[in-house]
C-alpha cells in the first residue's frame, strides 16, 4: 500500500485561507468516506482534526473544513494563526482493510 | 476524559538473534472493548505510519502487509491495556511508536508516545 500524496509544504500569511490537497486512489479515498486529517506539532502526538472527509471533532475550530472530490481529498485552513504552524498528514481506510497515511505537509505561517 | 499512557522509553541492539521490543499502551476513561487500537510509528523526521489493529472485543488483527510475520498485537482486558512487539529489529525500527483508540477508522486519542532506538 503506497503512501497518500501530499504537497510537502504550504505557506500562508497570517488571516489568509491555504488547502493542503492528498491524492489517493479508488482502494482508498476514492472508494471510502472513511478520510481524516491529523495536526502534529514538532514532538508532540498527533491530534485528529478532521473525520469522514469533512466532521469536526468537538473543540476543533470551524476555520478547519475538509473535502473531497474523486481519488483526492482536501483540507483547508481560513483565517491562518501563527498557531495553525505545524505538519498536516491525511489518512484512510482502504479496501484491503488497513489504513493508509498520506507524505505529510509542513504548513509555515509567514 | 479519554487516556493512553504508553510505556517508556527503549533501547536496543539489532541484529542480536531474537532482538525485539514490547510496548504497551495502558487505556482509562472509556470502555476497553468498546474501540481498537491501532499502532502507529513514525521514523525520526519522517512522517506516520501505520503498523496495525486489534479489536480489543474478540482479539482480531490487521497488520501492515511490511510488518506481516514480525508483529503481534495482543490485549489484556482485564488491565485495559494493549501491547505492541516488533521481532527480528534493525535500525530501520528505530521509531517514536504511538497508540491511538481507532473509531471508525479515525484516530480520535492517542497515547504520548514511546522512543524506541534500535543501535549498536
Known amino acids: 500500500q503506497s503512501a497518500l500524496t501530499q504537497p510537502a509544504s504550504v505557506s500562508g500569511s497570517p488571516g489568509q485561507s491555504i488547502t493542503i490537497s492528498c491524492t489517493g486512489t479508488?482502494?482508498?479515498?476514492?472508494?471510502?468516506?472513511?478520510v481524516s486529517w491529523y495536526q502534529q506539532h514538532p514532538g508532540k502526538a498527533p491530534k485528529l482534526m478532521i473525520y469522514e472527509v469533512s466532521n469536526r471533532p468537538s473543540g476543533v475550530s470551524n476555520r478547519f473544513s475538509g473535502s473531497k472530490s474523486g481519488n483526492t481529498a482536501s483540507l483547508s485552513i481560513s483565517g491562518l494563526q501563527a498557531e495553525d504552524e505545524a505538519d498536516y498528514y491525511c489518512?484512510?481506510?482502504?479496501?484491503?482493510?488497513?489504513?493508509?497515511f498520506g507524505t505529510g505537509t509542513k504548513v509555515t505561517v509567514l | 476524559q479519554v487516556h493512553l499512557v504508553q510505556s517508556g522509553t527503549e533501547v536496543k541492539k539489532p541484529g542480536k538473534t531474537g532482538a525485539s521490543v514490547k510496548v504497551s499502551c495502558k487505556a482509562s476513561?472509556?470502555?476497553?472493548?468498546?474501540?481498537?487500537i491501532s499502532w502507529l510509528r513514525q521514523a525520526p523526521g519522517q512522517g506516520l505510519e501505520w503498523m496495525g489493529w486489534?479489536?480489543?472485543?474478540?482479539?482480531?488483527?490487521i497488520y501492515a502487509q511490511k510488518l506481516q510475520g514480525r508483529v503481534t498485537m495482543t490485549t489484556d482486558t482485564s488491565t485495559s491495556t494493549a501491547y505492541m512487539e516488533v521481532r527480528s529489529l534493525s535500525s530501520d525500527d528505530t521509531a517514536v511508536y504511538y497508540c491511538?483508540?481507532?473509531?471508525?477508522?479515525?484516530?480520535?486519542?492517542w497515547g504520548q508516545g514511546t522512543l524506541v532506538t534500535v543501535s549498536s
Open positions: 476513561g472509556y470502555t476497553f472493548t468498546d474501540y481498537g
Open positions: 486489534i479489536s480489543t472485543y474478540s482479539g482480531n488483527t
Open positions: 479508488s482502494s482508498d479515498i476514492g472508494g471510502y468516506n472513511y
Open positions: 489518512s484512510s481506510y482502504t479496501s484491503s482493510s488497513t489504513r493508509v
Open positions: 491511538a483508540r481507532d473509531v471508525n477508522y479515525k484516530f480520535d486519542s
